[in-house]
């Protein structure tokens, strides 16, 4: 299969469902390269949470996406970054507000994080941390 144009391979990988896709992206050191280098197969690993598109919170909650961008913070985006804390690789937050301690909590639960990126977020002052920070060892640190 590694003889087989990385176009064709693009296509035949697309069609396969979120799941085998992390399962063939672990073959390989050229199939992780293929997926990892295509927008096409990056965007079924993404969530973009937006607190004005969020329909179905069990549904984006049963999936494990790896990728996650959080945009204006709310109770119902909080609690689904949360419910898949643990696939976390990347984590980008922008723009709103959120109390320490819930970040905290994502962090500690993200053992495989490794790009985190942070832009224009308010800290809610009132928590006092109950647990230390975790070490993180990103790749990435915006």
């Known amino acids: ?20 896709l992390l399962q063939v992206s672990l ?33 984006i909650g049963s999936r494990n996406y790896c990728r996650v961008l959080m945009r204006a913070t709310s109770s119902m985006s909080l609690n689904i970054v949360k419910s898949i804390s643990e696939n976390l690789i990347e984590l980008r937050i922008m723009y709103g507000k ?9 962090l500690i639960k993200s053992s495989k994080l490794k790009e985190l990126s942070i832009v224009k977020l308010n800290f809610i002052s009132k928590d006092v941390l109950r647990e230390p920070l975790p070490v993180l060892k990103l790749n990435k640190l915006h």
């Open 1 to 20: 299969m590694e003889t087989l144009p990385k176009e064709l391979l693009i296509d035949i990988f697309n069609y396969l469902p979120f799941r085998d």
């Open 98 to 106: 959120m109390h320490l301690r819930s970040l905290t909590r994502i």
């Open 27 to 59: 073959v390989c050191v050229n199939f992780n390269e293929i997926i990892n280098d295509s927008s096409k197969l990056l965007r079924k690993f993404r969530l973009n949470l937006n607190s004005r598109t969020l329909s179905d919170k069990e549904w």
